[in-house]
T-cell receptor, first 110, second 115 residues
Framework: RKEVEQDPGPFNVPEGATVAFNCTYS??????FFWYRQDCRKEPKLLMS???SGNEDGRFTAQLNRASQYISLLIRDSKLSDSATYLC???????????FGKGTMLLVSP | ETGVTQTPRHLVMGMTNKKSLKCEQH?????MYWYKQSAKKPLELMFV???????ENNSVPSRFSPECPNSSHLFLHLHTLQPEDSALYLC??????????????FGPGTRLTVL
């Protein structure tokens, strides 16, 4: 299993749709996880942190399944402004560095 | 200025040139990072500095040479680069080197083209 693997995308959805991204990780010792968002030709920015079974922030819900080493990000009621690449991020076992997935691109259309 | 700044934003250089990328963070953080982002590849960590000490060198070729004079500034000195080094170079900072518990804040990046 790759260190961090994400759905390849791109996901093309209409406004208002619900979309979910999946991420699997290989380091079973990881305790916290992150979803970052990267707009086209911009830097990554933190979207959500996930420390327990999940986290919800408005239209965004992150869920964690430690047994399956799987993280998901659910976006409800998609907006045009949600179009971006979503990066799944996992700390290494020493918590000194982060490993980034390749990212999943989301395109929300009118 | 706030956040993490990087200069220059764009750089075109020949393989025999020597140039430097600069990063400055205004967040009072103690850890700084250099990443390389190439098309269709995940972010690749290059170097980590924690309290001005280099704590990670991710098998980066010696033609990339980092320098961290203090906790707020980070440089990446470039010399005799190859065309495959063309990429977006991102600087980031976090409160300390325990990245697992701390958000990393990224600068806007330097888009480097090596001819």
């Amino acid at each position: 299993r790759k260190e961090v693997e994400q759905d390849p995308g791109p996901f093309n959805v209409p406004e208002g749709a619900t979309v979910a991204f999946n991420c699997t990780y290989s380091n079973s010792a990881s305790q916290s996880f992150f979803w970052y968002r990267q707009d086209c030709r911009k830097e990554p920015k933190l979207l959500m942190s996930v420390y327990s079974s999940g986290n919800e922030d408005g239209r965004f819900t992150a869920q964690l399944n430690r047994a399956s080493q799987y993280i998901s990000l659910l976006i409800r009621d998609s907006k045009l402004s949600d179009s971006a690449t979503y990066l799944c991020v996992v700390p290494n076992s020493g918590y000194s560095t982060l490993t980034f997935g390749k990212g999943t691109m989301l395109l929300v259309s009118p | 200025e706030t956040g993490v700044t990087q200069t220059p934003r764009h750089l075109v250089m020949g393989m025999t040139n020597k140039k430097s990328l600069k990063c400055e963070q205004h967040l009072g953080h103690n850890a700084m990072y250099w990443y390389k982002q190439s098309a269709k590849k995940p972010l690749e960590l290059m170097f980590v500095y924690n309290f001005k000490e280099q704590t990670e060198n991710n098998s980066v070729p010696s033609r990339f040479s980092p320098e961290c004079p203090n906790s707020s500034h980070l440089f990446l000195h470039l010399h005799t680069l190859q065309p495959e080094d063309s990429a977006l170079y991102l600087c980031a900072s976090s409160q300390d080197g325990l990245a697992g518990g701390n958000e990393q804040f990224f600068g806007p990046g330097t888009r480097l083209t090596v001819l």
